[in-house]
């Protein structure tokens, strides 16, 4: 019996969607808090293959999701090609800054990434020993674009103006970033499959903000050079691509970049996405997160029209964006029995 996961990646409609849910490891769940504070800080956390395990399979002891996410960050990559990197408390993450060519020279070549995020290899090998047998293992990385944001910011921004000023005039430089970033994820995605993981999520948190040829350029072709190449290591690997804020971007995504599923976000309606989307493939998504703060009825209805929208084709079923730290763990079980019935 093959997981639930990988047959709506092959695009079977089944009659109760799968379910798993972005940052289900994460600081609204007391154990996570509890074993966050064993390991020290969050990037110690990252790079303990015990703890970082233990982490992500918390939430499927708690609730049965049919998938687990690899424990990890998006920024362990920039790290391990030599940025610096740390979390300022309630801040968020900070990193060196890549200003011009000179800063992405000196990156180190990505036969050397290993050495950092061996430890990440090593919690997928753990994972895929002790994982439940029915449930789905997933591996990440952020897309280029989203990393290059935080690597030439040095920081979260809301609208990636720094980025967006490094695209606009010092085109070498930038491209010569993305180009980077992109080789080294084919890499580090290819290792987390050969470590163990079944099926591939590709984070573009920030592919919104890029518009008309600035989106086919760093959005959708980054993303389908590492989808064509991981295919290419890895015959009939899964695929999802979360190009995050997209709107009409989302249409023709799967097509474009190979991916075998878009994840969508929830700032378009599900009947929006079942129609132009899902009419073309596997969708994941996209209850809005306030849900699993504020609870109550309007958190089944919510659900339910998520399911009831995305019932004519296949579906996983997931969040619009990542669970917040307010989130009570209560209401995450009631949108899993409104999902499963
Ligand atoms: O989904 C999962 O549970 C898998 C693990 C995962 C984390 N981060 C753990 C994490 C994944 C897939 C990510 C992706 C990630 N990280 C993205 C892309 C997805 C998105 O959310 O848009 C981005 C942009 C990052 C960078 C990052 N890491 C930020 C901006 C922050 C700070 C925000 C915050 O919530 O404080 C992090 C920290 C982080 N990554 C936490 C977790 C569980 C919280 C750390 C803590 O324990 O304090």
């Given at each position: 019996?093959?997981?639930?996961?990988?047959?709506?990646?092959k695009?079977?409609?089944?009659?109760?969607?799968?379910?798993?849910?972005m940052?289900?490891?994460?600081?609204?769940?007391?154990?996570?808090?509890?074993?966050r504070?064993?390991a020290?800080?969050f990037?110690?956390l990252c790079y303990n293959?015990?703890?970082?395990?233990?982490?992500?399979l918390?939430?499927?002891?708690?609730?049965?999701?049919?998938?687990?996410?690899?424990?990890?960050?998006?920024?362990?990559?920039?790290?391990?090609?030599?940025?610096?990197?740390?979390?300022a408390?309630?801040?968020?993450?900070?990193?060196?800054?890549?200003?011009d060519?000179?800063?992405?020279?000196?990156?180190?070549?990505?036969?050397?990434?290993?050495?950092?995020l061996?430890?990440?290899?090593?919690?997928?090998?753990i994972l895929?020993?002790?994982?439940p047998?029915?449930t789905?293992?997933i591996?990440?990385?952020g897309?280029p674009?989203?990393?290059?944001?935080y690597m030439?910011?040095g920081r979260?921004?809301?609208?990636?103006?720094?980025?967006?000023r490094?695209?606009?005039?010092?085109?070498?430089?930038?491209?010569?970033?993305?180009?980077?970033?992109t080789e080294?994820?084919?890499?580090?995605?290819?290792?987390?499959?050969?470590?163990g993981?079944?099926?591939?999520?590709?984070?573009?948190?920030w592919?919104?903000s890029?518009?008309?040829q600035?989106?086919?350029?760093?959005?959708v072709?980054?993303?389908?050079?590492?989808i064509a190449?991981?295919?290419?290591?890895?015959?009939?690997?899964p695929?999802i691509?979360?190009?995050?804020?997209?709107?009409?971007?989302?249409i023709?995504?799967?097509?474009?970049?190979?991916?075998d599923?878009?994840?969508?976000?929830?700032?378009?309606?599900?009947?929006?996405?079942?129609?132009?989307?899902?009419?073309?493939?596997?969708?994941?998504g996209n209850?809005?997160?306030?849900?699993?703060v504020?609870?109550g009825?309007?958190?089944v209805?919510?659900?339910?029209?998520?399911?009831?929208?995305?019932?004519g084709?296949?579906h996983?079923?997931?969040?619009?964006h990542g669970?917040?730290?307010?989130a009570?763990?209560?209401?995450?079980?009631?949108?899993?029995?409104?999902?499963?019935?």
């Amino acid at each position: 019996m093959t997981k639930t996961i990988l047959r709506a990646l092959k695009g079977e409609t089944l009659p109760t969607p799968p379910i798993w849910m972005m940052r289900q490891a994460g600081r609204y769940l007391p154990e996570y808090r509890a074993t966050r504070a064993q390991a020290g800080d969050f990037l110690s956390l990252c790079y303990n293959p015990e703890l970082a395990a233990e982490v992500t399979l918390q939430p499927i002891r708690r609730y049965g999701f049919d998938a687990a996410i690899l424990f990890a960050d998006i920024l362990l990559l920039p790290q391990a090609l030599g940025a610096e990197l740390w979390f300022a408390t309630g801040e968020g993450p900070r990193m060196s800054t890549i200003t011009d060519m000179a800063g992405v020279e000196a990156l180190k070549p990505k036969e050397e990434i290993h050495e950092t995020l061996s430890p990440v290899y090593e919690t997928c090998r753990i994972l895929a020993r002790e994982l439940p047998k029915e449930t789905t293992f997933i591996g990440f990385a952020g897309a280029p674009w989203t990393v290059a944001t935080y690597m030439i910011a040095g920081r979260g921004s809301p609208d990636q103006a720094a980025a967006h000023r490094l695209k606009d005039t010092d085109r070498p430089a930038f491209t010569a970033l993305i180009d980077r970033i992109t080789e080294a994820t084919v890499d580090y995605l290819s290792k987390q499959v050969e470590a163990g993981v079944e099926v591939v999520k590709i984070f573009d948190s920030w592919a919104g903000s890029l518009k008309g040829q600035d989106f086919d350029d760093f959005a959708v072709e980054p993303a389908r050079r590492i989808i064509a190449e991981l295919k290419a290591r890895h015959p009939g690997l899964p695929i999802i691509a979360f190009p995050r804020e997209a709107g009409d971007g989302y249409i023709g995504f799967a097509e474009k970049t190979g991916a075998d599923c878009v994840a969508i976000d929830n700032s378009v309606t599900p009947e929006w996405a079942a129609e132009h989307v899902q009419s073309t493939g596997c969708v994941q998504g996209n209850l809005d997160p306030s849900y699993m703060v504020t609870g109550g009825d309007e958190l089944v209805k919510a659900t339910r029209r998520v399911v009831d929208a995305f019932s004519g084709g296949p579906h996983i079923f997931n969040l619009g964006h990542g669970i917040t730290p307010e989130a009570d763990p209560d209401n995450v079980a009631r949108m899993i029995e409104a999902v499963r019935g």
